[in-house]
């Protein structure tokens, strides 16, 4: 079984100012991916950014980015300039494949932008 | 792209009353659906899964016979609370994936329950 540990419960971060949210997790697998998903007020859940396990290079997606160590097992979501509507719920999830795509859910971390 | 769709977006009835919530990818054919059920401030638990034409595969603790699903063609998988209590009252969300693992599930914007 796998699991996914977020330790920070809640964030906040000013406006235009960096801010990283930590993951960490536990697979036996080798072959897995790993994705970030913001869920705002509205409850939507978004894909941010995710990142194959097989590859080295950091995923990048505009404002958000990752640091991925595979052997240490981490998976942190760096958010550059962060703006109001970054302001959300954010789940570090992962999925082993072969396993009928099931993702393990974090428990999340609440991130307040102000102002 | 990837775009699901989850009808209603909230629901309120009453006691012993039987809810569908459907979901549907537009623009992408989804071979695998998810319904998950999400708590006040917490994670969102998975159901079940559901691929096309076969019978859902349900997690542990989750009652087949209360959450029905249906995933009758490659685009619709159906959810249906029977007999409603207050208890079944959540916020339930779906989510759809196309046909390789490395695609990632698309979400539908959820569906509020809430039983009287």
């Known amino acids: ?46 894909l941010v950014i995710r990142q194959e396990a097989y590859k080295q290079q950091n995923a990048t997606e505009n404002r ?18 962060s703006q109001l509507g970054d302001t959300a719920m954010y789940f570090c999830a992962l999925v082993n494949t072969g396993t009928a795509s099931k993702l393990t859910f974090g428990t999340g971390t609440r991130l307040q932008v102000t102002l | 792209g990837a775009v699901v769709s989850q009808h209603p977006s909230r629901v ?3 006691s012993g009353t039987s809810v569908k919530i459907e979901c549907r990818s537009l623009d992408f054919q989804a071979t695998t ?11 969102l638990m998975l159901m079940a899964t559901s691929n096309e034409g076969s019978k ?35 916020f339930y969300i779906c ?4 046909g390789y693992d490395n695609q990632p599930q698309h979400f539908g914007d959820g569906t509020r329950l809430s039983i009287l």
């Open chain 1, 1 to 46: 079984a796998q699991t996914v540990t977020q330790s920070q419960p809640e964030m906040s971060v000013q406006e235009a100012e960096t801010v990283t949210l930590s993951c960490t997790y536990d697979t036996s697998e080798n072959n897995y991916y790993l994705f970030w998903y913001k869920q705002p007020p509205s409850r939507q859940m978004i």
């Open chain 1, 64 to 81: 958000f980015s990752v640091n991925f160590q595979k052997a240490a097992k981490s998976f942190s979501l760096k958010i550059s300039d």
């Open chain 2, 12 to 14: 309120i009835c009453k």
């Open chain 2, 33 to 43: 659906m998810f319904w998950y059920r999400q708590f006040p401030k917490q994670s």
């Open chain 2, 56 to 90: 859902a595969t349900y997690e542990q603790g989750v009652e087949k016979d209360k959450f029905l699903i249906n995933h009758a063609s490659l685009t619709l998988s159906t959810l249906t609370v029977t007999s409603a209590h207050p208890e079944d009252s959540s």
């Open chain 2, 95 to 98: 989510s759809a994936r196309g």
